[in-house]
């Protein structure tokens, strides 16, 4: 299936969310609530983007046939209005080779494969495991470079070395070296976004196309204002909008693991994405509390206001 929103400059789109996984109450994939949620992030949040299964998705505790049914769902629900990027890395290479392969029959527009966690491969061992997946399917790749999670970053030189490849495109950065990120844009063909949503607006200031975001599941919109008004010219009105959203940031992504407090944000917005699996657990009474004074802070319109 064709991109419906992607450019040379921005292949993904520019407003992405990495989006979470409904689940009812007894911890099954609630595939409806996969389909209202992808609709009301590309309708209401202004995403011209998804990204489906990545750890924001809970992708370690869904199974290969529950991700291929959310996949479907959200590609049914919003796949000709918006890109749709499967998350399809592990920390195997032949198991990401399998899920890029499925993630292609089931419609994807491209995949997102992040650096093998936990078993930490040397630069030459990343290079062969990015290649292999890439290699594997038509598909639009971008890299996922993120070594809190994963414990090795993704080398400049490596960088550079996956650019010669026709289908590595792009690269979600959770890194945080901008300086490292303009080196590779400025190096190579490859498209950087911002992955780290404290980081936004520093990452268009140097070149990035846009953001793949977790709290765009409550404040897309603003987002893609705030990345339109960059692109204008308007960088007051940027920064405007960055500095509005510095509350709605803090709540969710610096107090706890970030599916935990989206999920109880879009609870408060009025869009119940139902629990996490463990070994998540449910955001406290405290944590909601706190969270619900940060959005209105934020300017965030919630559903009892």
């Not at 879009?266 to 994405?273: E, V």
Request: glycine share 10%.
């Amino acid at each position: 299936m064709a991109s419906p929103t992607g450019t040379s400059d921005a292949p993904f789109g520019r407003m992405l969310t990495a989006m979470v996984t409904p689940f009812t109450s007894d911890g099954a994939v609630d595939y409806e609530g996969v389909q209202r949620l992808a609709v009301y992030l590309v309708d209401e949040q202004r995403n011209d983007g998804l990204v489906v299964s990545g750890t924001t998705g809970e992708s370690p505790t869904t199974s290969d046939d529950e991700k291929d049914r959310i996949l479907r769902a959200v590609v049914e629900a919003v796949g000709d209005r918006a890109v749709v990027v499967a998350g399809a890395g592990t920390n195997d290479t032949h198991h990401s080779v399998e899920l890029a392969r499925a993630a292609e029959r089931a419609g994807a527009h491209g995949l997102l494969v992040v650096t093998p966690y936990y078993n930490k491969p040397p630069q030459e061992g990343l290079f062969r495991h990015f290649t292999a997946v890439a290699d594997a399917t038509a598909l639009p790749v971008m890299l996922y470079d993120i070594p809190g999670r994963s414990g090795v970053p993704i080398a400049t030189d490596t960088l550079l070395r996956l650019a010669e490849h026709p289908r590595v495109v792009a690269v979600k950065d959770a890194k945080g070296d901008l300086f490292a990120g303009s080196h590779v844009m400025t190096a190579s063909k490859l498209v950087f976004y911002s992955g780290d949503d404290l980081l936004n607006l520093p990452w268009l200031s140097v070149g990035a196309a846009g953001f793949v975001s977790v709290v765009g599941h409550v404040a897309g919109a603003e987002l893609a204002s705030m990345g339109e008004m960059y692109r204008s010219g308007d960088v007051a009105g940027a920064l405007a909008v960055h500095r509005q959203l510095i509350p709605v940031v803090t709540a969710i992504m610096t107090r706890t693991q970030g599916a935990i407090m989206t999920k109880a944000a879009l609870r408060l917005a009025g869009q119940d994405a139902g629990h996490v699996r463990p070994p998540l657990v449910d955001a406290t009474g405290e944590q909601i509390a706190a969270l619900r004074e940060d959005l209105i802070a934020g300017g965030l319109k919630l559903a009892d206001s």
